[in-house]
């Protein structure tokens, strides 16, 4: 949007901050992928479609006949605690132990990232992200213009040989921001010895993990690993979110994390938004306490396992040899990685032009690589839609493939 | 809470604007104000048993009928187009002419003041507030580091002359900020000369003007006056909010702005919560097209109309004579001037053991002053728990005042 504009003239009101702003790729690419001809791998968007319309309404009918001037009303900044009872379930289905007063109920876990941010970053302090990271949380952490040193990802997450020589180098982050599980954009799960040595690192070095856990639930393949912050509370700021395994349309996020941190987020989400809806953190509360998450996540986890498979099978079936992608075993994305010489920025108007998106590299990356990477999403296309833009994707990299070896021809005149 | 904590382990990770944070009285309060045997006037809440159940009931039935996919995904971080059409019904209704892409849909009005800070606020940077103004904006704009100009209000809104000569003085503010409606916490309107007054300093001096205007519809005496967006656009930032029309609890707010001010809010918008709930925004859109926001309001005005004359009579009936109060023609508020000498702050653990809370309006003050004046608010206690509150609170002020006396007498041996 902000593009078009060629004179602002509010700029001299601005301030210096807001100068880093800018325009995602994702945001504008979600306007190009809502066109109706193209087919959008572009977005981040669970199947809301998996939920029961009746449970669902009978469970807000229940919210709005047993206290609706209570659910219309203002509640608590740091959430209410029939939802934070509900949500230490939650958390336990996974391994996690934790307590009601180290819960901050968030306006999505997106909120989190943007208070975490601020409470945690001055300008140029340090702070490690993986390499790729979720674009979200690039962009909070961004506002407050710290320096990322990036520490690459490989099949088993984040490689922490690769941090633990920079911290004997130097290096003193504030925290290290981590998706263990089926990453985003990755697809990648870290494994327990690395989720152990990061706690260590973090130890020796004094720094604290941000563990970021939206789609640990959504396994479907493999055996689940423990959360890191089931094994080192005090280090570490677990966020959660229901906004993919529930609904992302009710904006309900929380941070489990040691008492002093979680009393200064409420302090300044209180200026941020007062508190998240007490209307969507009802109906939240009641969702789960009727296990209505649980049989969501059984129903999307066959969905998703078989739009994973059919997207695995048509990038074998229409990429060319050259390229490689992750096979994740839960989750939304696969990562996709083409010849270097390949830069999927400037290929995306023309995928867009053969009707299918994605979202290219460099969004997710805090040190500009990424060039010749892009991310898909499975969870929301459906199977016939996924082999159908799979392969109008692998005819566009074809094309700049050969394209890129005629130039080559040429050029070695 | 924080004030229980005498030593914080995470103190050297957090951001030194973070240090800047603190517990706001009116939240110390309102955890103090939830005591059963307390009557608060200290909350902002509005009477959300107004609203009928059943209607509400249906208009979130039809939209999770209708649309449950739909509304439990995300949506555009700009707001969903069918809400932004009926707010310009709710502007309108006020005199004012909008267009759809001039609307930022925000998490409550809140988040808007919480990004107009972060766009527009350099540390250091000059703003005007109004003495008193609202303390949830003071620390929105606080978090940014601003410094405040504080120019006081009279019974008709802030006194223009004052900054004026602010202005002739030197002062070169990025924005004024001023709720006009019934303000909060003074009660009190701004004139329309004093609105045409401000636009024309706003030009010259070449400032911005942020009006707030959540209470502008709760008019229950005297004529309506034109929103200051009305008379200029180019150099207001106006914000809504449905909270206190229609329900705090869906957390739905818009900022009405220049094009290119509301580009720059959605780029911050998006990494602060991505985007507001659907959910809400769908139920919100719908209550709004059945019209049960002017019932609602219909609903309201007697009742707060009331509320406020039993306040006025409480306050006749109870105060020392030395005491002042506003008497408002609409909103949520009203303000009372006690002696000099006095300290609400001081008062306020005295008055809570007495039964009856307020905020003490140090609160509202960007420059410290406001030590002898307190908010109290009459849209929630009933009635009979107005005039026994104002009982207790009209004891505790006299004890005080004698008390004073009888010291100044002491001291004057």
């Known amino acids: ?234 280090r570490v700021v677990y966020l959660g979110t229901l906004s993919k395994i529930v609904s992302p349309g009710i904006r309900i996020g929380w941070v489990n994390a040691p008492l002093p941190i979680i009393d200064r987020l409420a302090i300044l989400k209180q200026s941020a938004d007062l508190c998240s809806s007490s209307l969507n953190q009802m109906f939240a509360e009641r969702l789960i306490s009727r296990d209505l998450w649980k049989k969501n996540i059984n129903n999307l986890k066959p969905i998703y396992k078989s739009r994973k498979d059919a997207m695995i099978r048509s990038l074998e079936k229409h990429f060319p040899s050259e390229c490689r992608w992750t096979n994740p075993e839960g989750g939304l994305f696969i990562w996709v990685t083409l010849p270097e010489y390949l830069d999927t920025t400037k290929m995306l108007p023309l995928a867009i032009e053969s009707g299918v998106a994605f979202v290219p590299g460099v969004a997710f990356f805090a040190d500009g690589s990424g060039a010749n990477m892009m991310r898909l999403n499975f969870s929301f296309p459906t199977e016939p839609q996924i082999s159908e833009g799979i392969m109008r994707l692998g005819k566009v990299v074809e094309r700049e493939i050969s394209l890129y070896h005629s130039l080559g021809l040429n050029n070695s005149h």
């Not at 078009?4 to 509010?10: E, H, K, L, Q, S």
């Not at 319309?53 to 029939?82: F, I, N, W």
């Open 1 to 234: 949007m902000s593009s078009g504009i060629t004179f602002d003239p509010y700029a001299s009101f601005y301030s210096s901050s807001s100068h880093h702003l800018r325009s995602s790729e994702i945001r504008d690419l979600m306007s190009a992928g809502g066109r109706g001809d193209v087919i959008s791998f572009a977005g981040g968007l669970p199947f809301t479609e998996s939920l029961p319309a009746g449970e669902v309404s009978d469970a807000m009918l229940q919210v709005l006949k047993e206290s609706h001037a209570e659910a219309l009303q203002y509640c608590e900044t740091e959430g209410r605690m029939p939802l934070k009872r509900a949500l230490i379930k939650v958390m336990a289905s996974e391994g996690i132990t934790a307590e009601e007063n180290h819960i901050l109920i968030t306006t999505g876990s997106q909120q989190a990232l943007d208070l975490l941010a601020r409470i945690f970053i001055d300008p140029s302090d340090s702070i490690v992200v993986e390499g790729p990271t979720y674009v979200g949380a690039l962009s909070a952490f961004r506002a407050a213009m710290p320096n990322f040193t990036t520490i690459p990802l490989d099949h088993m997450g984040m490689d922490v040989d690769i941090l633990s020589r920079e911290l004997k180098n130097g290096l003193k982050p504030k925290f290290a921001y981590v998706v263990p599980n089926f990453h985003n954009p990755a697809g990648v799960t870290m494994s327990a010895p690395r989720r152990k040595r990061l706690i260590e690192l973090a130890e020796e070095y004094d720094f604290l993990i941000i563990e970021d856990n939206p789609y640990g639930l959504l396994r479907f393949d493999g055996e689940p690993l423990l959360p890191i912050v089931a094994l080192e509370k005090t």
